[in-house]
């Protein structure tokens, strides 16, 4: 599971590990059928999973459009510190994060990029701030705007004080927000 699922090799290039490393024989049919009995054994916990995210008070949530089978499908994904349930679906909309089935019984704050599907859900709402970032590179990059690589300091910035998993003092707080109202105004 870890080779096919975390490593995204195919069943080939698994069989030809087995067989270089362990000197075993192994069929992609076997290699199918242990994944499909993994997702069976793996049932509960994800169920489990489900129902921890959506109490929790923030939910971070992103879809992305790939291809399987030459068709456009939706990656949908809800995670927190801890724990990531993806979903493919056939569609990328709100049918989609409908059947994934966390953001329709979610209480607490949702971050998201913006996409619109995310709007029709009553939770409180949060900007990812990757997706800010990667707007402000842009902006910045094309010369738009000049309080843009201020405001990426002070993003990064931020992120960094919260990377030390230290207790982050009021003050703090205060002066971030400060400078941010200022970089507004």
């Known amino acids: 599971m870890y080779l096919k699922n975390y490593q995204l090799l195919s069943y080939h290039r698994i069989r030809e590990f087995f067989q270089d490393y362990f000197h075993c024989a192994i069929s992609g049919g076997s290699l199918f059928n242990f994944e499909k009995q993994a997702q069976k054994d793996l049932s509960g916990f994800q169920t489990w999973v489900k129902a921890t995210l959506q109490k929790g008070e923030v939910l971070h949530s992103d879809e992305r459009s ?10 949908h994904v809800a ?7 993806y979903r493919l679906d056939r569609n990328r909309g709100k049918a989609a994060m409908e059947r994934a089935d966390i953001l329709p019984d979610y209480q607490g704050t949702l971050a998201h990029d ?5 709007s029709g859900y009553a939770y409180g ?3 990812c701030n990757t997706h800010i970032l990667r707007e402000l590179i842009y902006i910045k990059e094309k010369d738009l705007l000049s309080w843009a690589q201020p405001m990426i300091d002070l993003l990064l910035s931020a992120r960094h004080k919260v990377d030390q998993s230290q207790p982050i003092a009021k003050s703090y707080l205060t002066r971030t ?3 941010f109202k200022k970089m507004v105004r």
């Open 177 to 179: 927000q400060n400078r």
């Open 79 to 85: 995670s927190n510190d801890r724990f990531t349930a």
């Open 125 to 127: 709402h949060g900007l």
């Open 66 to 75: 790939l291809r399987v089978a030459g068709k456009l499908h939706g990656m």
């Open 114 to 118: 913006r996409f619109d599907s995310y």
